[in-house]
């Protein structure tokens, strides 16, 4: 059974720094896509950032370019996300996704996590 768990949310000022990790289970992390994605109240969930299998070729929204770096350790099967110069508006659940299929920044990603809240605060 597919498992993602995040890890890494806080509180943290305007300018701040903090790195998301996700925790896979049950299945072989290098045969997978995966992404970010987040999501404020209400507002739709949007994408993050997303990376192949192999690590390589990782897309970014234009809203988070040149803050965040998604990158991935299959040997730990766990994705990352180290977010830099955090802005209010970066504020919301976090979530990782997966899929055996390449995704992009779509939401139809089959598996998801739990989610984590990162609030930042001006």
């Known amino acids: 059974q597919v498992q993602l768990v995040e890890s890494g949310g806080g509180s943290v000022q305007a300018g701040g720094s903090l790195r998301l990790s996700c925790a896979a289970s049950?299945?072989?992390?290098?045969?997978?896509?995966m992404a970010w994605f987040r999501q404020a109240p209400g507002k739709e969930r949007e994408g993050v950032a997303d990376?192949?299998?192999?690590?390589?070729?990782?897309y970014y929204a234009p809203s988070v370019e040149g803050r965040f770096t998604i990158s991935r350790d299959n040997a730990k099967n766990t994705l990352y996300l180290q977010m830099h110069s955090l802005k209010p508006e970066d504020t919301a659940m976090y979530y990782c996704?997966?899929?055996?299929?390449?995704?992009?920044?779509?939401?139809?990603?089959?598996?998801w996590g739990q989610g984590t809240q990162v609030t930042v605060s001006s």
């Open positions: 996704a997966a899929d055996r299929v390449l995704r992009g920044l779509r939401t139809d990603y089959a598996y």
């Open positions: 049950g299945y072989a992390a290098e045969s997978y896509y």
């Open positions: 990376i192949s299998p192999s690590g390589g070729r990782p």
